[in-house]
């Protein structure tokens, strides 16, 4: 198994930036890939990021491209979500989770979200 911890959601103002960790243990050598998800009241959840956990491959909706960065930190089993520049739209809660290489994140391992407003 995998476990993940989230951290790092704030309130913010609209336009100001944050960055959000996500920490891995357990069973890492059998994680493919990272992403990172939102959910907003009332809206289905959805993609945000995603990194190869080599680090070299990454993904972004296009809701966040140029805004958002997601990368792997020093501490290998550590990614990070930096959001900058943003919106009343980005609040959220925000779930990082893995996959291996043969399967969805729905059978993934999933964090308990970590809480995201921007307020304007």
């Known amino acids: 198994q995998v476990q993940l911890v989230e951290s790092g959601g704030r309130l913010v103002q609209a336009g100001e930036s944050l960055r959000l960790s996500c920490a891995a243990s357990g069973r890492t050598s059998s994680i493919y890939r990272m992403g990172w998800f939102r959910q907003a009241p009332g809206k289905e959840r959805e993609f945000v990021a995603a990194i190869s956990w080599s680090g070299s491959i990454t993904f972004y909706a296009d809701s966040v491209k140029g805004r958002f960065t997601i990368s792997r930190g020093n501490a290998k089993n550590t990614v990070y979500l930096q959001m900058n520049s943003l919106k009343p739209e980005d609040t959220a809660v925000y779930y990082c989770?893995?996959?291996?290489?043969?399967?969805?994140?729905?059978?993934?391992?999933w964090g308990q979200g970590t809480q995201v407003t921007v307020s304007s």
């Open positions: 989770a893995v996959r291996d290489s043969g399967s969805r994140y729905d059978d993934g391992y």
